[in-house]
């Protein structure tokens, strides 16, 4: 059992599409983090947060304490978006992974 | 200013070999993180330092794996007597403290054992 899954798994999605990957996870936790995650392995974090949403340029995400879920969304999405999307959160003591939704956009 | 980097990128070695991999975190960040993370898989936790201490060493596999952060800033993560399952990336972040904080992930090394 996972403490956090995500969903979808693989996403193709046409340049310009808006794009929406979810998050659930079991735990309590103190915060929650989207990581992306291009070929060759480098992570970056694109978003931390433990309440409301949050944006930058065309990425959003949104947290849902009571239902423990979160989104991550493109908006006017791009061949350079192409990546593995990570979703984590600190519960307690314990940093959990999702296992990544795999985005494909295609030109 | 620098972020995280690891070295080695890329580090092959023999079934049974003892292999070292270095983290160097962002300067002044008192937290640093080892995951490792298999092909096809999210990254998964190995053990966290606040400072020079090892606060969580739970998600070390094995006695093999050994994590040292002598003076707080660069970490070594050392594992004795390679096995062909350790292949994988080997993934250093840190943050500007506790667990709560946003990490910022290096590079990885990438260890194949043959």
């Known amino acids: 059992k996972n403490e956090v899954e995500q969903s979808p798994q693989n996403l193709t999605a046409q340049e310009g599409e808006f794009i929406t990957i979810n998050c659930s996870y079991s735990v309590g936790i103190s915060a929650l983090h989207w990581l992306q995650q291009h070929p060759g392995g480098g992570i970056v974090s694109l978003f931390m947060l433990s309440s409301g949403k949050k944006k930058h340029g065309r990425l959003i995400a949104t947290i849902n304490i009571q239902e423990k879920h979160s989104s991550l969304h493109i908006t006017a999405s791009h061949p350079r978006d192409s990546a593995v999307y990570i979703c984590?959160?600190?519960?307690?003591?314990?940093?959990?992974f999702g296992t990544g939704t795999s985005l494909t956009v295609i030109p | 200013g620098a972020g995280v980097s690891q070295t080695p990128s890329n580090k092959v070695t023999e079934k049974g070999k003892y292999v070292e991999l270095r983290c160097d975190p962002i300067s002044g960040h008192t937290a640093l993180y080892w995951y490792r993370q298999s092909l096809g898989q999210g990254p998964e936790f190995l053990i966290y330092?606040?400072?020079?201490?090892?606060?969580?060493d739970s998600g070390l596999p094995n006695d093999r794996f050994f994590a040292v952060r002598p003076e707080g800033s660069v970490s070594t993560l050392k594992i004795q007597r390679t096995e062909r399952g350790d292949s994988a990336v080997y993934l250093c972040?840190?943050?500007?403290?506790?667990?709560?904080?946003?990490?910022?992930f290096g590079p990885g090394t990438r260890l194949t054992v043959l």
């Open positions: 984590a959160v600190n519960g307690g003591n314990q940093f959990y």
């Open positions: 972040a840190s943050s500007l403290a506790g667990r709560g904080n946003e990490q910022f």
């Open positions: 330092f606040q400072g020079t201490g090892a606060a969580d």
